[in-house]
């Protein structure tokens, strides 16, 4: 057979043709088919656009990636000088607690025997000890002024709920430690400038010395009333908290009642054995559908009084973590004020610290006799044993955390392995650290437990749920504080996302400063 042969029909060839003469034409001016003049502007325009959308793009991610690196760059910044601060803090403790009051008691050695070169050296010793508390001072000054500002974005970034409360809180302390921080710089330059004109045997060493001490008295005054305001907080919390009262009482209703579900169920339980033990023993017609029921129903049974003794046996253990965590928050606000009053003002080693230093520079004119340094030394003492109690703690406290990781895990997670004794003291002796994995963190993580919405923890009872959300209030996490209606406020404890910076907000609110 010959192969077929397949000719073009004349009408697709006509096509063909016809659309290669339209392709052509478009192309010669003056055709119909022409672009017009206001086509090919509104495509100029179209590309136009496109370019100017495509650098418009371009501009804002390289100014998001401007503020990415910016704020990486501020970061960084804070965290170095931070670490420059922590690394500091040692020495400024040396200084003010044993080479203040030395040069105290120095300058009034020198004052009685009239010894001028004493004098001369105690001054030089001054003026060192003021230029590095003015250093470690004014470090810490920058370090809170930009960890303000960095909470104070969070905070208007997130409008409500525990992350801007936290935030705000933070904001407004670092705030605060910012500007009397920028006062305790001022004072100790016109610290450092008094001992200057000592070794210089100016003429106006009076004033210089007036004029530091009218600075130290001043923000000494500040700090001792920071430090009331705070005492005055921690009181408040401490007596919101009490207020709540024991859990044990004030359970004592909610678990009567389950312990009633829980005989009446399992008494429900033993008389449905009874039943199905009767049945097993009859004679009769009908004897294999009647067991066959008595066993369903003691199933049934047996099953309720299970799950009534799990309750009662859960509720029971609801009260002791309350109790046991409203102990807890009480004695963290009872050691808060210990600390303020016996620091004087201090919410840390350097702050308070600072109120002794600032007070023995105020008492210059004193520091010529007795009273002078001995004031200076009993101030110095009282604040080197708030510094040395809170060290040791610290210390103890990370020396925990790496030697015996599992006590305070959280729970369903797998502890990290114990470091040796060597490690765990060097981890302990690391005062720049904070601890991320203590009692307070475990205590935080109970109180959310209790208090968090049922579908978080759908074993609470609602009496034991409410209990919890009512220390939350006394610790100053509430509604109020939040910024939210109560019905939000709840909704915030029943949602998963929200579950780690309720924990970090509770820490907060448990410490102790």
Do not use: C
Not at 108 to 116: K, N, W, Y
Not at 235 to 259: C, E, M, S, T, W
Not at 318 to 343: F, H, P
Not at 402 to 416: L, N, S, V
């Amino acid at each position: 057979m010959s192969t077929p042969i397949h000719r073009t029909s004349a009408r697709q060839s006509a096509a063909v043709l016809a659309s290669a003469r339209h392709r052509e034409g478009g192309s010669r001016p003056g055709s119909t088919t022409a672009r017009s003049p206001e086509r090919a502007l509104l495509e100029m325009q179209s590309r136009a656009g496109n370019r100017a959308t495509t650098a418009m793009v371009q501009r804002a991610r390289d100014t998001e990636r401007g503020n990415a690196a910016k704020k990486n760059y501020r970061d960084r910044i804070a965290a170095l000088l931070d670490r420059f601060k922590k690394n500091l803090e040692p020495l400024d403790t040396f200084v003010k607690g044993f080479q203040t009051p030395a040069n105290a008691a120095f300058t009034h050695q020198a004052a009685v025997a009239a010894d001028e070169s004493l004098k001369h050296s105690a001054a030089a010793s001054g003026t060192s000890a003021g230029s590095g508390n003015l250093l470690t001072e004014a470090a810490g000054t920058v370090v809170n002024g930009m960890d303000a500002y960095k909470n104070m974005k969070d905070a208007k970034n997130q409008e409500t709920g525990a992350g801007h409360h936290k935030a705000m809180k933070k904001a407004k302390t670092k705030g605060a430690d910012t500007v009397v921080g920028a006062a305790g710089s001022a004072s100790y330059s016109a610290a450092i400038a008094k001992e200057v004109t000592k070794i210089q045997k100016a003429a106006d060493a009076a004033v210089a010395s007036e004029a530091s001490g009218i600075a130290g008295a001043s923000v000494g005054a500040i700090k001792a009333m920071r430090s009331a305001f705070r005492i005055g907080g921690a009181a408040g919390k401490y007596q919101q908290i009490k207020k709540l009262g024991d859990p044990h009482l004030v359970q004592a209703g909610a678990l009567a009642r389950l312990n009633e579900s829980y005989e009446q169920a399992g008494w429900a339980a033993a008389q449905a054995y009874v039943a199905l033990d009767a049945y097993w023993k009859a004679e009769g017609p009908g004897r294999l559908e009647l067991v066959s029921g008595a066993i369903d129903a003691a199933w049934e049974a047996m099953g309720e009084a299970r799950d009534a003794a799990e309750k009662f046996q859960h509720a029971e253990n609801d009260v002791e973590r309350l109790s046991k965590v409203q102990q807890y928050a009480k004695k963290k606000q009872l050691t808060k004020i210990g600390k303020e009053a016996a620091g004087g003002g201090g919410e840390s080693v350097k702050a308070a610290a600072g109120v002794v230093t600032a007070v023995a520079a105020g008492t210059a004119g004193l520091a010529s006799n007795p009273v002078g340094w001995g004031l200076a030394g009993a101030g110095a003492g009282l604040v080197l044993g708030v510094t040395l109690y809170k060290a040791l703690r610290a210390a103890t406290k990370r020396y925990e955390e790496a030697h015996r990781p599992e006590r305070w895990a959280p729970q369903g997670e797998t502890p990290a392995e114990a470091a040796s004794r060597t490690e765990s003291l060097k981890h302990a002796l690391k005062f720049w650290k904070k601890v991320s994995k203590g009692e307070r963190q475990a205590m935080a993580r109970e109180i959310y437990a209790l208090a968090a919405g049922p579908g978080i923890s759908g074993n609470t009872t609602a009496e034991m749920r409410e209990s919890a959300r009512s220390l939350l209030v006394a610790l100053k996490s509430g509604p109020a504080e939040h910024k939210l209606e109560p019905d939000a406020w709840a909704e915030t404890l029943n949602d998963p996302a929200k579950t780690s910076g309720w924990i970090a907000e509770i820490a907060e609110q448990l410490a102790s400063g």
